[in-house]
């Protein structure tokens, strides 16, 4: 089964490649479509961020020098070595 996946996987890569091919091929005398085709292709997406610089800061400064603001577990299990018994 999972043979099955990675070949359906690599067969839609190679279809996906051999169009993109093609379509390269087929506007390959016209160069400004030419390369307008491949910076569409490689064009990186914008990931823009609601959270303010500021409000990084103040959110991490708390984190960092706050301990009230810091929940601890004390449920968590942490084993302690007692290094003075040596």
Request: charged share 35%; aromatic share 16%.
């Amino acid at each position: 089964m999972r043979n099955d996946f990675k070949d359906f996987c690599k067969n839609k890569l190679l279809d996906f490649q051999r169009r993109e091919r093609k379509q390269l091929y087929d506007i390959g005398n016209n160069a400004s479509m030419f390369w307008r085709k491949i910076k569409r292709t490689y064009i990186k997406p914008c990931i823009h961020s609601t959270i303010t610089a500021d409000e990084w800061y103040t959110y991490f400064g708390k984190l960092l020098y706050d301990t009230d603001a810091v929940e601890i577990d004390n449920n968590e299990n942490t084993e302690f070595i007692d290094v003075s018994a040596n």
